[in-house]
């Protein structure tokens, strides 16, 4: 069972393309109904795909259970899950609820769990379980046969008044369960003799078997009849989703939207990698020529086994207990150190298919061995990833650069590397001189000597690989701009012989510029105030805060992996007079803040296209030396959506409208966000975008709140056992854009910006080094 909150649709639908695979290939079984009674809160995303791959039933259970009641008493708890825009209602998907509080079987046989649990024979005295409510079962005999059926069917008939037919489905199972056979003896041998007695009546009126879930939705519609969907004829329809969750109380399951964002981070690093790695691969499977394909075919059978790894590494960690934070300590390593290992497989298919499309013969390519190397470097699974520094040399002065773009349309983009050498030009396959800038490269908050990130400007077309190249110019003929630095609060200037830096007075603001927008800075904080937009042609607030919440202080009850549970509103961070870094270049300008566990980026772009339509925003976070806290970058802004109505992505797949109820607390408020979420007014929308799922809220009109970490140094009593206490530095990218809204209505037959920003987060452009 996939998480549903937290995973985008790529990595759902591989998940499941696999695993069906394999059951048709081992098994030959293709399944046709859904069982997701574990992920804490339901997607319409998940029913769309389920139905798409041609399942025609599911079951849910992670409900909040005031909708449970509800549903309850309109026996609504089995209905018909539409999408929003399925006008034909092709897509519809029957659903069957649980209406009580878990899946175990004390809470499914009926409405009394202290009756229920007498009859899960796991239970029986002398095994390791027992039952809370101290009523322990008794194996099932002659003697006591008759009152023992009587009392559960009493409770199947309770349950049967919840539902809209006679046809009732009692869950007989729970975590770990069936691994021993003498378990299943016991719950066999026990509810045969039950089912065997209460058959035997017939003035109890019931029939009571063993089944799955085909038998049971087969006698639904049976006893429904249907339509010429062969969905039930009368049942009710539901659009929507199910976020955000609660089992009990104020008990809203938001935290795990944001926990552990590091692993958040590396999960979608991986689709894009393996989107890739797929592609290219495709790609060159489709050039090889039949004639050489049996010389091949060994190099070929490698590398397929390692993209069915990979594909399988990534359906893994979207289990409803790994993407979401909520695995404990050894088992996260674990998952890393998988995902790890995949990344290396990966970034080998794509080097290895890259070099045999650029070239002419592939056998040349297998004999000489060539490759191509990233960019970037993944170090060991708990650490950031690091730029490789393209290296130059008296005897080698040229270098080569190889950029893949999988997406199915152009993008023109700003690309960056790290190079050893400040007087560079960077040339196109045309060999024209294309712009480029040098900034310096910060790490652990300090320039390093002897590495300088270049920045040039791309142009790549729909699904290509394009080479640029990079040469060493004597520092006259050298056209590359060097950024400008600009320092405050700074106890000392760094000595580098490579820029221009100065030092800037304290001042109350300042700001950055780009062909697009002007950034207005606090100059006591360093944090944004303001935009000015050319193209809205308008200034607009849109203020950065960090704030952090703690953790309720009264009873046993506190924030966990799984639990946001606040003690107040969240408490603004004060910064006191934090060092400020400012990198101005023509093609990027950038404002670096140096908080206490915020390294705080801020830049803008002068390239063409929507790469340089959005605000980019940029956290390094550690908040290793906290306890109990929620970090969060809060965004005040003056666009008045007075009714507190906002959007927020499900799956990276669609969107749908969440409006902040007063009436609840703020954990019930916080919805998870996969790929983007924004408001709007009249005039003017507010987009965020974000390269990883967080949570995220929008507390008052015109503001939008997302969550950047979470360290809580206990248990929330959901089965975890241990609090999340191994935050590490963590990046997270972030995009805002600002955009005009039409009163006409259009038709556009392409994707909108949000659109392309959002392909653009989740494919990024793949860069090799060429020798």
């Known amino acids: 069972m996939n ?62 259970y005031s909708m449970k009641k509800y549903l309850a008493m309109n026996k609504g708890l089995e209905f018909l899950w539409r999408q929003p825009w399925d006008q034909n ?68 008939r309770k349950k049967s008044q919840l539902f809209r037919t006679d046809v009732v489905m009692i869950q ?43 038998d049971y939705f087969s006698s639904l519609r049976k006893t429904t009849g249907v339509d010429y969907r062969n969905m039930p004829a009368n049942f009710p329809s539901l659009i929507g989703d199910f976020f955000t969750y609660a089992d009990r109380d104020d008990h809203y399951w938001s935290g795990y939207y944001t926990s552990r964002p590091f692993y958040k981070n590396m999960d979608r690093a991986l689709e894009a990698h393996l989107r890739g790695a797929e592609m290219l691969f495709s790609l060159m499977m489709a050039k090889i020529d039949k004639q050489v394909m049996t010389s091949v075919l060994p190099y070929i059978s490698v590398l397929m086994g390692d ?81 490789i520094a393209i290296k130059f040399s008296h005897e080698r002065k040229d270098r080569y650069i190889v950029l893949f773009n999988s997406l199915g349309h152009s993008r023109s983009e ?54 640029y190249s990079i040469h060493v110019v004597g520092t006259e003929h050298s056209i590359s701009h060097r950024a400008v630095l600009k320092f405050m609060n700074a106890e000392a200037i760094p000595s580098n012989q490579d820029f221009l830096m100065v030092h800037l007075d304290p001042q109350d603001q300042f700001s950055i510029k780009s062909d697009y927008f002007t950034a207005y800075f606090s100059g006591s904080n360093g944090l944004l105030k ?47 007079k934090p060092e400020i870094v400012v990198v101005e270049g023509p093609l990027m300008s950038e404002v670096i803040v140096m908080l206490k566990e915020v390294e705080h980026h801020v830049s803008l772009k002068n390239s063409p296209g929507f790469d340089g339509a959005g605000i980019e925003i940029y956290n390094l976070i550690n908040i290793a030396s906290e306890t109990n806290k929620e970090l969060v970058m809060r965004f005040i802004t003056n666009v008045t959506n007075d009714k507190q109505e906002f959007f927020t992505d499900l799956n990276g797949l669609q969107m749908i409208k969440r409006r902040y109820l007063k009436k609840l607390p703020i954990q019930a408020n916080v919805y998870p966000v996969t790929t983007m979420a924004y408001f709007e007014d009249n005039t003017t929308r507010f987009t965020f975008l974000t390269s990883h799922s967080v949570g995220a809220t929008s507390l008052q009109p015109g503001w939008f709140e997302v969550f950047l970490d979470r360290r809580l140094n206990q248990d929330d009593n959901r089965g975890l056992q241990q609090g999340i206490t191994d935050n590490k530095d963590t990046p997270a990218y972030f995009r805002i854009l600002l955009e005009q809204r039409s009163s006409e209505f259009k038709f556009y037959n392409h994707c909108n910006e949000s659109e392309l920003f959002t392909k653009a987060y989740n494919e990024s452009t793949a860069r090799c080094l060429a020798f």
Not at 559 to 576: I, M, Q
């Open 3 to 64: 998480d549903e909150a937290t995973s985008h649709y790529f990595a759902m639908i591989e998940q499941m393309i696999e695993g069906h695979q394999w059951l048709e290939h081992n098994l030959d079984y293709k399944p046709k109904n859904g069982w997701a009674i574990d992920p804490f809160g339901l997607s319409p995303t998940m029913a769309y795909l389920l139905r798409r791959m041609g399942l025609d039933n599911m079951v849910i259970q992670r409900v909040h």
């Open 89 to 156: 209602h092709t897509m519809d998907i029957l659903c069957h609820t649980m209406p009580f509080y878990s899946y175990d079987i004390p809470h499914t046989c009926g409405p009394d769990p202290k009756v229920c649990c007498q009859f899960d024979f796991k239970r029986l005295p002398g095994n390791k379980v027992n039952c809370p409510w101290r009523i322990p079962p008794v194996p099932i005999t002659q003697e006591n046969v008759a009152d023992r059926a009587w009392m559960l069917l009493d409770q199947y």
């Open 172 to 214: 007989l199972g729970d975590d770990f369960r069936y691994d021993k056979a003498h378990e299943w003896d016991q719950q066999f041998n026990n509810y045969q003799k039950l089912f065997d007695y209460i058959n035997g009546r017939d003035d109890w009126y019931a029939e009571v078997q063993f089944g799955t879930l085909e």
């Open 307 to 387: 993209l069915v790894i990979s594909r399988r590494t990534l359906g893994l960690f979207q289990h409803h207990d790994a993407i979401t934070g909520t695995a404990k300590d050894h088992v996260v390593v674990d998952y890393a150190s998988k995902i790890f290992a995949t990344l290396q497989k990966l970034r080998n298919i794509i080097g290895q298919c890259a070099v045999y499309l650029l070239s002419p013969n592939f056998l040349d390519v297998l004999d000489e061995q060539i490759a191509l190397l990233q960019t970037d470097e993944y170090r060991p699974h708990n650490a950031l990833p690091q730029k």
């Open 414 to 467: 700003l690309i960056k590397i790290v190079v050893t050498s400040s007087s560079v030009i960077v040339k196109d396959s045309s060999e024209n001189i294309v712009p480029c800038q040098i900034n310096p490269v910060f790490k652990k908050r300090k320039i390093m000597e002897g590495e300088y990130e270049l920045l040039f400007y791309a142009e790549l077309p729909a699904v290509s690989l394009v080479t």
């Open 530 to 576: 303001k935009i000015t937009s050319a193209n809205l042609g308008a200034e607009l607030d849109v203020q950065i805060k960090f704030l952090k919440y703690g953790t309720k202080t009264k009873g046993k009850d506190k924030s966990g992996a799984y639990l946001f549970l606040p003690d107040t509103d969240a408490k603004e961070v004060e910064y006191n």
